[in-house]
């Protein structure tokens, strides 16, 4: 592994897979209403992984091609399978590692990085490296979340706790999951020019059960489940304080009164010159 890439705090089990399908189809339109590129535009996707949001943006924009890159052969795999299910010819994949991308430079219109930055040691570092590929006055769209942004009902210290094993986890390995706050410095310090940032609040209460399913229950809480080895070896938390905050979760999915938010943040940039 590379000193400038963080472990991958969430692992690359099935299990996992599934977690980022449900992520990407239950903020969907959230973070991608209005990812559009023109036609004939040729844009890059670094760490593409398993294609949760490759589909997306091939679909959205069907008369731009996409370039999209991961380390990971299984991913790409998986990746090119749901291209194929979903027909989308504009979608082409490489294995490619984010520091040595095989491109020269200016070679696209564009770049979109999703959940990227947050697993990589110098973000600016990485970003600006993309940049590179990029020509002047291209476009950079980056996504982040960031887990300080969440809060929620029912809520209790152990909760709390449990959530906070998550980014303590993540920030050993050397990722950074309150990265969405640094967005617009990040992108600045790259190389971005005019960078506007915009929130995206996921909400879920009992009026929105899809929401509240395929968002908190398949997405935030397997999240949060997978840090367990790490949080018990390393004690950052007690075994039954775990138990219970785990359970405390749970119940804001089945509670009437239970209520969840979490903010994504999307920046939008030029290339500069």
Known sequence: MRRDRAGYVHGYSNREAQRLLDQAASVRDLLHHDSRFPPG?????PG?????????L????????????????ASLDGAARRIRER?????????ADLYELPFAPSTFDGAFVCHVLEHQRDPVGALSALMKVVRPAGSVTVIEGDHGSCYFHPTSDEAVQAWRCLIRAQAELGGDSLIGRRLHAIVTEAGGRDAVVSPRMVYADRSRPAVMDAF??????????????QALDRGYIEP?????????LREIVSS????FCY????AVATVGS
Request: hydrophobic residues 45%.
């Open 41 to 45: 535009a040729l844009i890059l996707e």
């Open 87 to 95: 027909g989308l010819g504009n979608a082409h994949l490489v294995r």
């Open 256 to 259: 009437d009164a239970g209520v």
């Open 58 to 73: 091939a679909d959205n924009s069907r008369e731009a091609t996409f370039v999209s890159c991961d380390i990971a052969r």
């Open 48 to 56: 593409c992984g398993i294609g949760a949001q490759t589909v997306t």
């Open 263 to 266: 903010t994504f943040f999307k």
């Open 240 to 248: 039954s304080a775990w138990e219970k905050g785990l359970a405390d």
């Open 216 to 229: 908190v229950a398949k997405t935030i809480i397997p999240m949060v489940e997978g840090v367990q080895a």
